[in-house]
C-alpha cells in the first residue's frame, strides 16, 4: 500500500526548522541552572524497491517515514528528565493514535549509580541499546528486531564499572500506548572491556530477562508472537512465524543475548546470540537468532563507544569535507521451533538475510544510508523456501 505522505512532510519540515533554529532553551535563562530544557529529535525518511519471486503475497515498493521523533529533556533541582514521542504514525493514524511515546522518565544519580523510573528502553542486547542512529543498517538484527523488550515502563538501577557497565530493571510489559501486552518482567544486562586502548577496544556483554505473560490472546490481551520480516520496516509480506502464543494461558518467557564487538581503528566487527525460551504449560517454543557483521570506514573513522553505556555511539569527527564513507556486510538468520509438550512440531521455520549497507556521514548528525539485502524464509519441517526477497532500501537520517 502507498502512503500519503502530505501531512507528515509538512510535520517533518516543522520539525527540521525547530533544530536549526532552535537548538536549545534553559527555562531559567541559563544552561547550568537547577531547570534547564533541550529540545532534540530525529527524522528518518526511507524508500524501499522490491525484487519479490512468486512465492507468497509481494512486497510493494514504498516510501514512508520511519521516524519523526521530538523529546526534550533536562534537569530540575537535582533530577534529570526526558519525553520523546514518535509522530511517524500520523502516515496512517490521525490525531493521537498516531503519536507514540518513547522515552518518558526522569532519573537521580548517586555516588554508586543511576536510578531510572518511567518509561525507557530496557537493557537487553547490545544491537537493541545502541541506538539506531548510529547504527550500520537500516533495521536492526533479527534478535533486537524481535526479542527485545524496547521501551517498557518500570524502574532500574544503572551503574559504570573501572572497565564495564551493569543495569537491572523491574518492569511491566505495558507501554503508555499500549495495554494489550499484560505481564511483568525483570531483566539485566553487564558489559565488560578487556581491551580499552582509544580507537583499539574489544566488547563483552551479557543480557538476561525473565517476561511472564498474562493470559496473552484472551480478555483483551495480544498474542504473543515472534514474526520476523527480512529486515526492512516497509517489506510486510515477507513475515514468518516462528513462535506463537494464543490460546489464554500465562506465558513464561526466558530470554539471553551474548555480544560481542571489536573496533580496530576504521575497522569494526561485531556479532551476537540472542534466543528465548517460551512455556505456557502445555506447548514450548524455542527461538535462537545470530549475527554477524563487519564494518570499515573507507576515510578512516572510527566507531565511537560511549563507556557510561556500554554501547556505540555518534562518531567523533569526519576526516574529509565531502563526508565520511562507511561500508558493512552482515549475516542474520533466526530459527524458531514450537510443540505441544511431549508432541510434535507445530512450528519449524527459519529467515536468514545477508545486507550489504553503504553509509555516508555528511556531519556526524546527517547521512544518507542505501542497503541491499537479500532474504529467504523457510519451512524446515517440509525443508521448502516460503519466500525470497531482494531489495534495495533507503534512508535520509537526520539528528539533533
Known amino acids: 500500500m502507498h502512503h500519503q505522505l502530505l501531512k507528515p512532510c509538512g510535520l517533518a519540515a516543522v520539525c527540521l526548522s525547530l533544530c536549526l533554529s532552535v537548538p536549545a532553551f534553559a527555562a ?28 507468497g503475497t509481494p512486497n510493494d515498493d514504498d516510501t514512508r517515514f520511519r521516524r519523526i521523533w521530538l523529546d526534550v529533556s533536562g534537569k ?13 504514525g500520523l502516515q496512517d493514524e490521525p490525531g493521537s493514535a498516531g503519536i507514540a511515546a518513547r522515552d518518558v522518565y526522569i532519573t537521580k544519580a ?5 536510578l531510572t523510573v518511567g518509561q525507557f528502553k530496557q537493557y537487553f542486547s547490545l ?14 538484527g533479527y534478535g533486537a528486531s524481535n526479542l527485545a523488550s524496547t521501551y517498557r515502563k518500570g524502574v532500574s538501577w544503572q551503574a559504570v564499572l573501572p572497565h564495564g557497565t551493569w543495569a537491572a530493571s523491574a518492569y511491566s510489559l505495558e507501554t503508555i500506548d499500549n495495554s494489550r501486552s499484560k505481564g511483568k518482567a525483570i531483566g539485566g544486562r553487564g558489559t565488560w ?28 490481551a495480544a498474542t504473543l508472537r515472534v514474526q ?7 517489506a510486510v509480506n515477507s513475515e514468518v512465524t516462528l513462535a506463537r502464543f494464543n490460546a489464554g494461558r500465562d506465558t513464561d518467557v526466558d530470554k539471553w543475548a551474548v555480544e560481542y564487538a571489536e573496533v580496530r581503528g576504521p575497522w569494526s566487527w561485531q556479532g551476537e546470540f540472542i534466543g ?10 524455542t527461538v535462537t537468532s545470530t549475527y554477524g557483521f563487519v564494518s570499515w570506514f573507507a576515510t578512516g573513522e572510527s566507531r565511537s563507544y560511549d563507556r557510561k553505556t556500554g554501547r556505540f555511539g555518534r562518531i567523533k569527527s569526519i576526516n574529509h569535507k565531502a563526508g565520511a564513507l562507511e561500508l558493512a556486510l552482515r549475516y542474520d538468520r533466526m530459527d524458531g521451533e514450537q510443540h505441544l509438550i511431549g508432541g510434535a512440531d507445530t512450528i519449524d521455520a527459519s529467515t536468514e538475510a545477508w545486507t550489504l549497507g553503504a553509509n555516508w556521514y555528511l556531519t556526524p548528525n546527517l547521512r544518507l544510508m542505501v542497503n541491499l539485502i537479500d532474504s529467504r524464509n523457510r519451512d524446515q519441517r517440509t525443508a521448502t523456501t516460503l519466500d525470497h526477497t531482494r531489495a534495495i532500501t533507503g534512508r535520509f537520517q537526520y539528528d539533533f
Do not use: C
Open 76 to 88: 530540575f533541582y537535582g533530577f534529570e528528565y526526558k519525553a520523546e514521542i514518535d509522530l511517524a
Open 228 to 234: 520476523p520480516g527480512p529486515e526492512n520496516d516497509l
Open 193 to 220: 572491556l578487556p581491551l580499552d586502548q582509544g580507537t583499539s577496544l574489544r566488547h563483552l556483554g551479557l543480557s538476561l530477562a525473565h517476561e511472564a505473560f498474562d493470559h496473552p490472546g484472551t480478555d483483551g
Open 28 to 55: 531559567d535563562g541559563e544552561d547550568d541552572g537547577p531547570v534547564t530544557a533541550v529540545l532534540g529529535g530525529r527524522v528518518n525518511w526511507d524508500f524501499a524497491s522490491f525484487n519479490n519471486d512468486d512465492r
Open 127 to 140: 544491537d537493541d541499546r545502541t541506538s539506531s542512529n548510529y547504527g550500520q543498517f537500516l533495521e536492526r
Open 276 to 285: 528465548g525460551v517460551y512455556d505456557d504449560g502445555a506447548q514450548r517454543a
Open 110 to 114: 548517586f555516588d554508586s549509580g543511576i
